[in-house]
Nanobody, 121 residues
Framework: QVQLLESGGGLVQTGGPLRLSCAAS????????MAWYRQAPGKQRELVAS???????NYADSVKGRSTISTDNAKSTVYLQMNSLQPEDTGVYYC???????????????WGQGTQVTVSS
């Protein structure tokens, strides 16, 4: 069993910072990519930022320059630091991990349950 446990969401004032965490646990052999997606009301889920196992990062244009994605030394926890939050950053933020479970040959995408982020104007 694999779990992605997110934390750090909540209500934030416009212009404020936010730090999200997501810890992957369970029978995991290898993680290829971890990422954060978000879904605003009435909109499709979109990529916010991703980080590959070797460290390459990718950001959505809307958060580039004010966000940083990183992992811990074990590369099983991913963080998203966002600054200068705006009301349009409001949504449910989902943790994503492309990983290979113990005993499996294949990488499979796993999702967290989501954490609500609300930016008050």
């Amino acid at each position: 069993q694999v779990q992605l446990l997110e934390s750090g969401g909540g209500l934030v004032q416009t212009g404020g910072p936010l730090r999200l965490s997501c810890a992957a646990s369970g029978s995991i052999d290898s993680i290829n990519t971890m990422a954060w997606y978000r879904q605003a009301p009435g909109k499709q889920r979109e990529l916010v930022a991703s980080i590959f196992i070797e460290g390459t990062t990718n950001y959505a244009d809307s958060v580039k320059g004010r966000s940083t994605i990183s992992t811990d030394n074990a590369k099983s926890t991913v963080y998203l630091q966002m600054n200068s939050l705006q009301p349009e950053d409001t949504g449910v933020y989902y943790c994503y991990a492309d990983l290979r479970r113990t005993g499996s040959r294949f990488y499979v995408v796993h999702w967290g349950q989501g954490t609500q982020v609300t930016v008050s104007s």
